[in-house]
């Protein structure tokens, strides 16, 4: 008969965490399992008692729609922790959800993927929440450096990466090298900054008043960054500010590209800014290896095409540029020795 190390039988039994605590989706991963998580960041709390009602899509549903007495609100919605008791509430709700969905024989290890911009404060308050869910060891790892390793690139050589993450509040641009980062720019735009350049777009061109949800929709559907050939158009419904009544109006990818032009240059720009502040061997690494792109905006049509057009390097989006931040962190908790330098202190 065989007997399995005590430390591989340990392994097997643990459910260790990896958590992606995103501005717009909250992703977990559980070991062994795989992702068993995946919602929008959102927590709806009752005014009078701080008391959580519901998180994720649950909650999400409520957004806009809540009498005084309940808050629904997406707190880390600009990419710094707005409000860290309901962040702390938000995460404490998502990981008892998974902790309950399973018998544990052992207390899990868990990683969890922050804004760049995190202050100690707010990373202890991140770490406070897991250990109360029950987390036995708590780690912290930068998103961007979480999506440079989920992204597969090779963070640990001595080269420059650079990986870019285009997420709901923000978009984080960083270089890596020897398992650290070298250089990191973050700027408080993303898809929801694109979102709302259409909802303003759609106000000043037709006096039609359209939902962020709406917009975000299309977005996704016929929003580009660089025009093509192929024209696409989409129905919009919305309400006339004149008359008041519901309308319908028609809107072309031209228009929703010239909506989006002002977030895009942003982005764009804190790309250049960081280029331009990479140490020169890095750079020229850059130039061989070109620029990762991960985070759901990654997804914007032929957003990789500008990026690449405007900085003349190679621009490749990740396989699965919205889970990249959840398998690096994943990845991480496996090989913590070997990756205990890519950790935030
Ligand atoms: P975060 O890490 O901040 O939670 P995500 O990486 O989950 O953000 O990305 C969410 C953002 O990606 C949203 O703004 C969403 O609208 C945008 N997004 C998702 N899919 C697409 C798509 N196909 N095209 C453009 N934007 C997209
Ligand atoms: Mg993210």
Request: proline content about 4%; charged content about 25%; glycine content about 8%.
């Amino acid at each position: 008969m065989k007997f399995w190390p005590a430390t591989k039988l340990f392994s097997f039994f643990s459910n260790d965490l990896a958590i992606d605590l995103g501005t717009a989706n909250t992703v977990i991963y559980v070991k062994n399992q795989g992702i068993i998580l995946d919602q929008p960041s959102v927590v709806a709390v009752k005014y009078s008692t701080n008391e959580v009602l519901a998180a994720g899509n649950k909650a999400k549903k409520m957004l806009g729609k809540t009498p005084e007495s309940i808050v629904a609100c997406r707190p880390m919605r600009d990419g710094v922790i707005a409000n860290f008791e309901l962040t702390e509430s938000m995460l404490r709700y998502f990981i008892s959800e998974v902790h309950n969905n399973r018998k544990t024989l052992v207390r899990p290890r868990m990683i969890i993927g922050v804004p760049s911009g995190i202050t100690q404060v707010e990373k202890r308050a991140v770490e406070d929440s897991a250990k109360q869910a029950g987390a036995r060891e708590i780690y912290t790892i930068m998103e961007p450096m979480a999506a440079a390793i989920g992204s597969g690139l090779p963070v640990e050589e001595p080269t420059g990466n650079m990986i870019v993450d285009i997420g709901g509040g923000t978009t984080e641009v960083a270089i890596i090298s020897l398992k650290d980062v070298v250089y990191c720019k973050s700027v408080r735009i993303g898809g929801d900054e694109m979102d709302r350049a259409i909802v303003q777009y759609v106000k000043r061109k037709y006096n039609l008043l359209i939902g962020e949800k709406t917009a975000e929709d299309i977005k996704i559907k016929i929003g580009t960054a660089m025009l093509t050939e192929e024209a696409a158009k989409e129905e919009v419904k919305g309400r006339d500010l004149i008359t008041g009544v519901p309308k319908t109006i028609t809107l072309s990818d031209a228009e929703v590209f010239e909506s989006l032009t002002e977030p895009i240059s942003i982005i764009v720009d804190a790309i250049h800014s960081a280029l331009e502040n990479a140490p020169p061997e890095l750079s020229s690494d850059l130039v061989d290896r070109g620029i990762m792109m991960a985070g759901g905006g990654a997804l914007l049509k032929n957003l990789d095409d500008l990026v690449s057009k405007e900085t003349g390097l190679p621009v490749t989006v990740a396989d699965d540029p919205l889970l990249c931040v959840v398998h690096g962190a994943g990845k991480v908790l496996d090989e913590l020795d070997f990756f205990k330098d890519a950790l935030l202190r």
